[in-house]
């Protein structure tokens, strides 16, 4: 029995299984977020590859990766930018699990976005001695214009 998954099969396969469950995540997708469904197929693919106890067959992993594609997406806001957070999360799954997870366990995983840099802007050095004279003089160009 040969143990090496053909991924290139795998993936060629993808467009042709038909079934409720390809329907509803490309219902849930859409085209434009087509590149999650992809990041999970091949990370998924890399997980199968590990023979992990319990891991799905080649015949059975298509479904289950739709399943874990919906299952990921759900109420989540995913952004193009999270690839990296989920290739992350799917690399110590692999180096730490002896079993085949399910979706849940992803999340487990799954590194928190990096806090967004709110940086205040430093507040201006000036010297009040100029700033004064500068004052001066622009009220001094406006009452001259008035008169």
């Not at 004279?133 to 001094?140: D, E, G, K, P």
């Amino acid at each position: 029995m040969n143990s090496q998954v053909n991924t290139t099969v795998v993936m060629e396969s993808v467009e042709e299984y038909n079934d409720p469950i390809k329907t509803r995540v490309k219902q849930l997708l859409g085209k434009e977020n087509n590149w999650f469904r992809n990041c999970i197929f091949s990370e998924l693919q890399a997980l199968q590859l590990m023979r992990l106890k319990g891991f799905p067959s080649e015949d059975t992993i298509i479904p289950v990766a739709y399943l874990w594609v919906e299952a990921l997406w759900d109420g989540k806001k995913w952004e193009l930018a999270d690839r990296t957070r989920i290739a992350k999360a799917f690399l110590e799954m692999r180096k730490s699990l002896k079993e085949w997870p399910q979706p849940a366990t992803f999340f487990e995983f799954l590194p928190k976005k990096a806090a967004l840099l709110s940086l205040a802007a430093p507040p201006p050095q000036y010297d009040k001695e100029k700033a004064a004279a500068n004052l001066a003089f622009i009220r001094q160009s406006i009452r001259s214009r008035v008169k």
